[in-house]
């Protein structure tokens, strides 16, 4: 076995998850590579991680690590972890969403959570529809593209995910894309390593459903696209609005330190330690 | 804080909601997640001064849904949890409460009803929710509900509802009401030791041998903490001993029946009734929450005139205590079920009447409290005098 797969064996589950329900050639198995080989990198213990998923083909991945690990209701991942983090800030919580699942159904909490901060990283796998459903128009389908739908084509603006987290207040954004494999790895690391909400969105794709309604071949094909409509963070600060029009950016768009949470808490308990001993 | 010996026990006048605090933290609750709403704020705001002096959390989430994910969560991670709502809120947690169940998730849901269906009467008391606590969340599964009538119960029954939630592993929902969480009542709170406080059962077995949902003779499996070793994967779906997702019916049918078992098992435990003046009672009243306060009066008062009524306060709603129940109602004349909705728990004493006896119902909507005197004008007529 090469020694990439031994890695990635290492973190699996082996009794009676597999084989696991993403489609041949699905983006979700390089972000959980990806995943897998920046846990490795930081050294935490499997017993210290735990990955939190919501619901959709991307939610899946929580059943197939060894990890402690909890798929929660569509849209409510955040929710969960932000509880399992306030109870044990010494865990590792790892939340992995669909773009669905985090902005529509869930946007209220992914803006919440950003703007809260806990030490958390939130994993969103963007791949611009609803894939376990099949194949509807989601939050990133872009304009006039057609889905499950929106067969005459999509009347509604897409969200920016990254943009959106930076403005809302995450700690740390980074976008990359499948295509891009080692950025993800890199990206993955340093959003786990990041102490407050870090953010990566991943650009992914769903040849099965969305790739089939618009004619954008298999996931190859696919995937060659995101290689052409990818720029750098650093290249796209010296091009156009024009330029830029149909292209995305990937890399980090932000890394700012910021009061974290549970440290911000731990003043409270102080303070109401003080404020209640007086009394009995 | 250097250690003092408590001080004598002192009666304290408490509200309620206040006293539900007291009861979650005599119970171990260190989490608690909330999103403001009448009548339930109060317990919000009391949590979020004590808690944090205790070491542990408060937090205010962006809504209902948020605040039972977040408690679920903690408790996942092994401590204690409870959230606090009204109707609307309540509403809003259905779904991630079907989640508590089907992945048996101990937590503390309080529901202080308000009068609805929707916004409804925001400061005005109801029992609107009765059967929402039972079948509010999709797909069939048990469910355990506590009604509190006094301040007293709603320190005392958060304890027990803590207990049954840790004991069975299942979210525990306590119906308060308007009147009862605004109601201030002179109460001494027990020290340390003199309620009985449980917890969740632990696993014995090392990890490598851990089967996180096997079935064992109580029904309810062990439960590790996040982080202890263990690593087992949790879910909504219907899952396998193991934890893990399957669509066998020879797998699927277990769980779920299990799910059942574990609360039928222990209906000696988890179902309480209270009497008064039942032993040779004609006319039985079957109320429960703020209700049961006036129906105590009327009974008094009947009394006082002559007639022979009892009282039979509800405080476990569901499981309804059916075994609790029946015997009533095959020796007394009749029964009245006041309550502030069009007849939630009548329907159930009439299921489980049978014909045996004569059931009659007092029902309000308007956001008013039945009254001792409307009861009692009922049991008036009932007697026949
Ligand atoms: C409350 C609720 N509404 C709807 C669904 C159905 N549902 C399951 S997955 C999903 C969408 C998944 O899309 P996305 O989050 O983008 O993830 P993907 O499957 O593309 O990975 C929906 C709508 C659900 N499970 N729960
Ligand atoms: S439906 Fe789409 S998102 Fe889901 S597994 Fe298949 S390719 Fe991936």
């Known amino acids: ?280 | 804080m250097p250690e003092t010996t408590p001080p004598s026990p002192r009666p304290l006048l408490l509200q309620g909601n206040e006293a539900m605090v007291e009861g979650a933290l005599y119970a171990g609750c260190r989490f608690f997640a909330g999103y403001p709403i009448t009548p339930a704020t109060e317990i919000s705001e009391v949590m979020s001064l004590k808690l944090p002096a205790l070491g542990g959390t408060f937090i205010q989430m962006e809504d209902e849904i948020a605040s039972l994910g977040a408690i679920i969560g903690a408790s996942l991670a092994g401590v204690k949890s409870m959230t606090a709502t009204s109707g609307p809120g309540f509403s809003l947690m259905q779904e991630n409460l079907g989640f508590a169940v089907m992945a048996e998730v101990p937590c503390v849901v309080v529901n202080v009803m308000r009068a609805g269906p929707s916004t409804g009467l925001p400061t005005h008391v109801s029992q609107g929710d009765v059967q929402q606590a039972r079948w509010g969340t999709h797909g069939d599964h048990p469910i355990i509900a506590l009604s509190v009538s006094t301040t007293w119960e709603c320190f005392a029954l958060t304890v027990k509802a803590f207990n049954l939630s840790e004991t069975y592993r299942t979210p525990v929902i306590i119906l308060s009401d308007e009147v009862v969480a605004h109601t201030r009542e002179k109460i001494v709170l027990p020290r340390p030791g003199e309620l009985q406080v449980l917890e969740r059962p632990r696993p014995g077995a090392p990890p490598e041998w851990f089967i996180p949902y096997e079935d064992t003779p109580r029904g309810v499996p062990p439960l590790p903490a996040f982080g202890e070793g263990y690593r087992y994967h949790v879910t909504g779906l219907v899952h396998d001993v193991r934890g893990f997702p399957t669509e066998r019916p020879d797998e699927i049918a277990p769980l779920l029946n299990r799910l059942f078992r574990k609360i039928s098992q222990h209906f000696h435990d988890i179902q309480m009734v209270e009497e008064y003046l039942t032993d040779d009672a004609e006319l039985l009243v079957i109320a429960y929450g703020s209700v049961a306060r006036s129906a105590r009066r009327a009974v008094a008062d009947a009394r006082a005139q002559g007639l022979k009524a009892g009282l039979l306060k509800l405080i476990t709603l569901w499981p309804f205590p059916r075994r609790l129940v029946e015997p009533h109602l095959g020796r007394v004349r009749a029964v009245l079920v006041p309550e502030l909705n069009r007849g939630q728990m009548s329907r159930e004493v009439k299921r489980v009447n049978q014909g045996m006896t004569k059931v009659e119902t007092l029902n309000r909507i308007d956001g008013k409290l039945i009254t001792p005197g409307e009861i009692l004008a009922r049991l008036q007529a009932l007697s026949g005098k």
């Not at chain 1, 798929?71 to 306030?86: D, E, P, S, Y």
């Not at chain 1, 060659?224 to 768009?253: D, N």
Request: net charge positive; glycine share 10%.
């Open chain 1, 1 to 280: 076995m090469a020694d990439v797969t031994k890695l990635i064996h290492k973190y699996l589950r082996h009794e009676k998850k597999f084989p696991h329900v993403w489609c041949p050639g699905c983006g979700n198995g390089i972000v959980l590579g990806a995943l897998i080989r920046a846990i490795d990198r930081t050294g935490f213990s499997k017993d210290d991680i735990v990955l939190v998923s919501g619901i959709g083909c991307s939610g899946r991945m929580s059943v197939y690590v060894d990890f402690n690990t909890l798929h929660t209701t569509h849209g409510r991942a955040l929710t969960f972890a932000t509880g399992v983090k306030l109870a044990n800030p010494r865990l590792q919580v790892i939340v992995v969403m669909g773009d669905g699942d985090a902005t529509a159904i869930g946007g209220n909490h992914f803006i919440h959570a950003a703007r809260r901060n806990l030490n958390l990283t939130a994993v969103i796998i963007n791949n611009s529809t609803y894939g376990m459903t099949g194949g509807q128009y989601s939050p990133t389908t872009p304009y006039g593209a057609r889905s499950a739908t929106s067969m005459y084509g999509n009347v509604e603006h897409a969200f920016s995910i990254a943009e959106l987290a930076v403005t809302a207040g995450a700690a740390w954004v980074g976008r990359g894309a499948v295509y891009h494999a080692t950025l993800l790895d890199q990206l993955m690391e340093a959003a786990i390593l990041k102490r407050g909400f870090a953010v990566v969105e991943v650009i992914s794709h769903c040849h099965t459903l969305y790739g089939r309604k618009n004619l954008l071949g298999g996931a190859a094909e696919m995937m060659r696209a995101q290689k052409e409509a990818a720029v750098r963070v650093e290249k796209a600060a010296t091009m156009t609005p024009e330029e830029l029009a149909s292209k995305f950016t990937i890399g980090i768009l932000a890394d700012r330190d910021l009061p974290i949470y549970t440290q911000e808490y731990r003043k409270i308990r102080e303070a109401a330690r003080t404020a209640l001993a007086g009394e009995d």
